[in-house]
């Protein structure tokens, strides 16, 4: 059996995650991970891998 030790959400894809104490789920995941990803105009989403520094900026959602 597996053991839940920590609980994170990445509001914006590629971003620095959320600690959470509690979250709700359903079939698609977590509620508000990964609900927003950053873009070139052209669509094109930027990752973590092109733009290291996006790990480091904070996120945040409002109730």
């Known amino acids: 059996m597996a053991t ?3 609980l994170f959400i990445h ?3 590629s971003m620095r995650g ?3 104490t509690h979250a709700l789920a359903d079939v698609s995941g977590l509620a508000f991970d990964r609900i927003f990803m950053i873009t070139e105009p052209d669509g094109t ?3 973590a891998r ?3 520094a996006n ?3 904070y996120s ?3 109730a």
């Open 11 to 13: 509001p914006v894809k």
């Open 60 to 62: 945040f959602t409002c």
């Open 4 to 6: 839940l030790t920590r």
């Open 18 to 20: 959320i600690g959470l």
């Open 45 to 47: 989403f930027i990752t």
């Open 50 to 52: 092109q733009f290291p």
């Open 55 to 57: 790990g480091t900026v």
